[in-house]
C-alpha cells in the first residue's frame, strides 16, 4: 500500500516527442503530476517545484547546464529538499545521463525520499533493491535510445549534407518551398527581400565601405536584422558591425555545404549562390585584411591613435595633452586663466614599467603622415606593387596599369579636341568605346591585387587628395592602417628644440 500524508516535490523540464516536437510542456506535466497525486488519499505537491526556464536537454549531448536539477541535487545533499518524494513526469525527466541518474538515486536514498513516476503510476522506493534496479533499468534504456537517435541524426545530416540539402533553421537570404500536403522539401530559393540584403553588403565591402557604415545604412533603412541583438536592458540594436561581419562569413551564400564546421568539397547544393565563390573567396581574405588589425577604428577622433607606433620599444600610442605657452592671467582680476594645450601621441610605454619614450605633436604627425601615404598612393606603380614591397612589380599589373593609363590619356586627348571642335557626339562615342576597355582591366587588376577595395578606388581617383579629404576618419585609418606603420622615434641631440615638423623622426614600415 502507497504511505499517506506525502508531500511530492516536482522536478519539471520540457519533453520532446519522437518528431523532435514538444511532447510535455512544465505546465502540462505538472497538471498530470496534479491528477495522479488527488488520487491518494493524504498526498499533496510541494509549493515550490524544481523548474527549468527552457528547453534544457538532459542528454550527455548537450552543452547547456540544467540549473534546477543541480539546486535540486544541492538540497538533497543539504538535507534541505523539504519533502518525502520526489515527483517525475517519466523517469527520463530526472536524467538521461546514467551517471547523473545513479547520483540522484543515491542522494534518495540517503535522506530517505521516495520517487513517484506519473507515467508509471508508481512511487519507488531506492532503498529497495527491486526498486533500484528497475530505476537504474530506466536511466541505461534511456542512455542507450538516445545513443542510437544522435547516431542516426548525424548520418542523415551528414547524408543530407552529401546531397547538398540544408539542415537546421533557414538561413537569412533564403526561403524553403515544402510540398503542401506531404512537408517534404521541395526547394530552397532566394527570399525576395532578405537576398538583396546579402549581395548589397558584400557588394558595399568591396567598394572599401566599413562594416560599421553598412550597419549604420541597414538600421536608417529599417531593414530587419538576420538576428536580433538586444541590450541589457533588451533594448533592439538591429544590425551590428559584428553581425555584418558574421553574415559574410557564412559559406552556404557562395553555395557551399558545411558538416560539423567542415566545407563539404564537390557538393552541388540545392540552392543557389547569393554571391558567387570566386567573389566569396575573395571577400574573406578582403575581411580578414581587416580584422587583422589591432584597433577599433569606431568612433575614432585622432587619425593616428593606436596606428602609430613607439621606434623604442615598439607599443602603440595615445592622445596626451602638452601645455602650451606660459601661465596665463586675467588682466582685471587676476585670476589664473585655463592654459592653452595641444595633443599628443604618447608611447604607452613597455609593458611593467611607468613613463614612455616618445611622443610627437598630433598636427605635426598626422600632416606627415597623410602626405607621404597619398604620395605613396599616387606613385603610378601604386597598384602593382602594394602588397609586396620587397618582390618589386609584377609584369601582369604593370602591363594592366599601363593599358588603364593609356585608355584615359586617350579619352583626355578627345575630349580636349571635342572642347576645340565642339563636338560633343565623339566625345561620347569614344567613351562608350574605351570606357569598358578601362572597367574590364580595372577588374582584373583589383582580382590580381590583394588588397582593400577602399585602396584600390581611391588610388583609381581622378584627384586622389580631393577624394582623401571627402573620407570620414574612421575610413581614413582604415587606409593608413592596411597600408603603413609609422613608427615615431626619439629626437635627436642635435634637433632638441627645433620647431616645425621634424621628418627624420618618423620612418614608415609598408605593409
Known amino acids: ?270 540552392w543557389p549562390p547569393l554571391i558567387e565563390p570566386a567573389e566569396w573567396t575573395k571577400l574573406q581574405s578582403i575581411m580578414a585584411s581587416r580584422s587583422e588589425q589591432k584597433t577599433n577604428s569606431w568612433p575614432a577622433r585622432h587619425l593616428l591613435g593606436g596606428i602609430a607606433v613607439c621606434g623604442v620599444c615598439g607599443a602603440g600610442t595615445r592622445i596626451g595633452k602638452q601645455n602650451a605657452g606660459k601661465q596665463r592671467y586675467d588682466a582685471e582680476t587676476g585670476e589664473r586663466l585655463p592654459r592653452a594645450f595641444y595633443n599628443t601621441y604618447l608611447c604607452h610605454g613597455a609593458p611593467g614599467k611607468t613613463g614612455f619614450h616618445v611622443a610627437m605633436r598630433e598636427v605635426h604627425l598626422d600632416l606627415l603622415v597623410t602626405e607621404v601615404v597619398l604620395a605613396r598612393i599616387q606613385r603610378p606603380d601604386f597598384l602593382a606593387r602594394v602588397g609586396q614591397e620587397d618582390n618589386g612589380v609584377d609584369e601582369e599589373p604593370a602591363a594592366l596599369l599601363d593599358e588603364i593609363r593609356g585608355h584615359r590619356e586617350w579619352l583626355e586627348q578627345v575630349r580636349a579636341e571635342a572642347e576645340r571642335e565642339r563636338n560633343v557626339t565623339a566625345l561620347f562615342d569614344q567613351e562608350r568605346r574605351v570606357q569598358p576597355k578601362i572597367d574590364a582591366a580595372q577588374k582584373r587588376l583589383e582580382s590580381l591585387t590583394a588588397t582593400d577595395p577602399m585602396i584600390i578606388e581611391l588610388a583609381g581617383s581622378n584627384d586622389v587628395e580631393a577624394r582623401w579629404e571627402q573620407l570620414a576618419i574612421v575610413d581614413k585609418r582604415q587606409v593608413i592602417r592596411l597600408l603603413v606603420e609609422p613608427r615615431i622615434h626619439r629626437v635627436g641631440k642635435d634637433e632638441r628644440g627645433k620647431r616645425g615638423i621634424n621628418r627624420d623622426r618618423v620612418t614608415f614600415h609598408w605593409r
Not at 10 to 21: C, I, P
Not at 76 to 103: K, M, N, Q, Y
Not at 230 to 236: K, L, M, Q, S
Open 1 to 270: 500500500m502507497d504511505p499517506t500524508d506525502l508531500v511530492l516535490r516536482e522536478y519539471l523540464r520540457v519533453s520532446k516527442d519522437r518528431a523532435g516536437q514538444e511532447g510535455r510542456s512544465p505546465d502540462q506535466q505538472h497538471d498530470e503530476n496534479a491528477e495522479a497525486v488527488a488520487r491518494h488519499s493524504g498526498w499533496r505537491l510541494h509549493s515550490d517545484p524544481y523548474r527549468e526556464p527552457t528547453s534544457v536537454s538532459a542528454s550527455r549531448y548537450s552543452k547547456s547546464a540544467r540549473a534546477e536539477f543541480q539546486r535540486l541535487l544541492a538540497d538533497l545533499e543539504d538535507d534541505a529538499f523539504d519533502a518525502d518524494a520526489l515527483a517525475l513526469w517519466e523517469s527520463s525527466r530526472g536524467s538521461r545521463r546514467t551517471g547523473e541518474w545513479v547520483t540522484l538515486i543515491e542522494l534518495c536514498e540517503e535522506r530517505g525520499v521516495r520517487i513517484w513516476v506519473t507515467t508509471h503510476g508508481r512511487l519507488y522506493d531506492p532503498a529497495n533493491a527491486r526498486d533500484r534496479r528497475t530505476l537504474l533499468e530506466d536511466a541505461v534504456d534511456s542512455e542507450y535510445e538516445l545513443a542510437k537517435t544522435s547516431s542516426r541524426v548525424r548520418r542523415n545530416v551528414r547524408a543530407n549534407g552529401e546531397k547538398g540539402r540544408p539542415h537546421g533553421k533557414n538561413i537569412f537570404g533564403y526561403q524553403r518551398i515544402y510540398d503542401s500536403e506531404t512537408r517534404r522539401l521541395v526547394r530552397v530559393e532566394e527570399h525576395p527581400e532578405q537576398g538583396p540584403i546579402v549581395r548589397e553588403a558584400a557588394a558595399r565591402v568591396f567598394a572599401g565601405e566599413t562594416f560599421c557604415a553598412i550597419a549604420k545604412d541597414f538600421n536608417a533603412r529599417g531593414i530587419p536584422p538576420r538576428r536580433a541583438a538586444y541590450t541589457d536592458r533588451r533594448t533592439v540594436l538591429g544590425w551590428t558591425t559584428p553581425a555584418i561581419k558574421q553574415m559574410l562569413k557564412i559559406p552556404a551564400y557562395a553555395g557551399l555545404r558545411q558538416d560539423q564546421g567542415e566545407v563539404l568539397e564537390d557538393v552541388q547544393t540545392v
